[in-house]
């Protein structure tokens, strides 16, 4: 562990560079607070790795982050969130890092689709997290009488790293049609590239179809957690900082980040290669 004391930044991480549109959508609503941002693009996909994998990735990615200056981290990554977030509070934040935090995606996201009264959602996600069933298994924790009607959906990550928007509607129509006809009354788009298909998901669902998505969640729900939990919005700097790393970087990446983050950023990549 470092004790370098470098000043307090917000962190977002995910496994690659969907996470920017979450770094972009709470941009947009804090945009004083000093953000970084981390994607493990070296690793990437983890949707189609084992749990140690996705564990030990995320794991050196929150010591990568701690270490430079992050209090509190959002993992934006469902897959990341499933696979590693519970472990990570349980066994290695307090010895590692203690008085820092890590937040996730999952709970919040499930939160909002039962306040909106919904009997029987829709999700989509990688492999890992329809495997995993961890929303499955939350929203039986938060209220059991809600059903969820599961697809994976790995086909839509690499459609978007690689700019496949013309195969997008047909590959969309092939994985929601069963959904469907089962009857979901909404659909929750379970990880973080999905925010850049919204338009194509209501051209097949139709305008007026409930799309619960985590960028218009997750920074609602962090303001919410930072005014409940003041010492991480006072440890936070307000200097409007923003950083961004990746494990690997590419031109295709590049291309890639200024199509998701919706403007050019600088981009470092990070010296540790897992
Ligand atoms: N970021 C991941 C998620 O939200 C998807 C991409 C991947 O498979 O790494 O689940």
Same mark, same amino acid.
Do not use: D, M, P, Y
């Given at each position: 562990m470092s004790t370098s004391a470098i000043s307090g930044k917000l962190g977002v991480f995910d496994s @690659?560079? @969907? @996470?920017l549109l979450i770094a972009r959508a709470v941009r947009d609503e804090l945009p004083d607070l000093d953000m970084f941002y981390m994607g493990d693009t070296l690793h990437l996909p983890y949707g189609n790795r084992s749990d140690h994998a996705i564990y030990e990735y995320t794991r050196q990615c929150m010591d990568f982050m701690f270490e430079q200056g992050c209090q509190l981290i959002v993992m934006a990554c469902n897959t990341a969130s499933a696979a590693a977030l519970q472990r990570l509070q349980q066994t290695y934040l307090a010895n590692a890092w203690p008085g820092r935090n890590i937040i996730g995606v999952v709970v919040p996201t499930l939160e909002v689709a039962i306040e909106c009264g919904y009997k029987k959602l829709g999700l989509i996600g990688t492999n890992y997290i329809i495997k995993s069933n961890i929303f499955a298994e939350e929203l039986t924790k938060l209220s059991p009488d809600i059903e969820i009607i599961q697809k994976a959906t790995p086909l839509l990550v690499p459609l978007i790293e690689n700019d496949g928007g013309q195969w997008t509607k047909s590959v969309l129509e092939h994985y929601l049609a069963g959904m469907q006809e089962q009857g979901m009354e909404c659909l929750i788009l379970g990880c973080t590239h999905y925010p850049a298909l919204k338009s194509q998901i209501r051209d097949v669902l139709g305008d007026d179809f409930p799309l619960i998505s985590q960028d218009e969640i997750i920074p609602k729900k962090l303001i919410q957690y930072l005014n409940n939990n003041q010492e991480y919005a006072d440890n936070i $700097?307000? $200097?409007r900082k923003i950083e961004f790393f990746v494990s690997d970087l590419t031109d295709n990446y590049k291309q890639a980040a200024l199509r998701i983050y919706g403007e050019h950023i600088n981009i470092t990549q990070t010296e540790f290669h897992g």
């Open positions: @690659g560079l @969907g @996470g $700097n307000k $200097n």
